[in-house]
């Protein structure tokens, strides 16, 4: 599957010039370097690309505009291609209830989502490698598809190689010292996730308006 491979920070960049509040909108792509001074959104608030000279930076955006840029800034946060993204609010909205809170669960019910939100992987990019890199086992058995939709009762373990690498040592002390959703309990002695339970609205710190991203598939 194709995946970007661009420069991430400037997807961050565009996000924050686009931001009717003014507010420093952070994708966290890059793990710790995002809440450091290196970070592209604190040295360069403005969007990417070229700027003309004389021209304001900021124009009115149209309210397909607004939900355009926050479906681009979700699909982004959470490292999906459009055609997935799209699948899954399709996958959302054939099931009763809320469609924008059943979308953003799926989501954050990802195995990839879910090792990055337990603090075992610095970013989501790099949980995904981890994954794909067959690490983690779900139930006893391996699993190696970062989109796969974990549920609750389902414990995700490290291989017993996997334990002993250095990367994972270094996360495991990141992680026994970080806060972890509700949703979600850490083994600190055995690095296992067990999803206790689905992540409700509130336990969601995604900082987006899924109404407006429903409204946009329901043009």
Not at 103 to 123: G, H, I, K, P, T
């Amino acid at each position: 599957m194709s995946r970007y491979t661009g420069p991430v920070c400037r997807l961050c960049r565009r996000e924050t010039a686009t931001s009717k509040t003014g507010e420093k909108i952070k994708l966290f792509l890059k793990g710790d370097r995002c809440l450091s001074k290196k970070c592209a959104v604190e040295r360069r608030g403005t969007a990417p690309g070229q700027k003309t000279p004389g021209k304001p930076s900021r124009q009115k955006v149209s309210e397909y505009g607004r939900q355009l840029r926050e479906k681009q800034k979700m699909r982004r946060y959470y490292g999906v291609l459009e055609t997935q993204f799209e699948n899954y609010f399709r996958e959302a909205a054939r099931v009763p209830g809320q469609t924008g809170k059943t979308f953003l669960q799926l989501l954050e019910r990802r195995l990839d989502n879910v090792v990055y939100r337990m603090n075992l992987a610095m970013s989501r990019a790099q949980a995904r490698q981890l994954v794909t890199h067959r690490h983690f086992r779900v139930n006893g058995r391996i699993c190696n598809i970062p989109s796969f939709q974990v549920k609750p009762g389902d414990v995700i373990t490290l291989g017993d190689r996997s334990k002993s690498s250095t990367v994972f040592q270094a996360n495991a002390d990141y992680a026994r010292n970080r806060p972890h959703p509700e949703w979600l309990a850490l083994d600190d002695a055995e690095l296992a996730i067990k999803v206790t339970g689905l992540p409700s609205r509130e336990q969601i710190d995604t900082p987006v308006d899924e109404q407006l991203i429903v409204e946009y598939y329901s043009r």
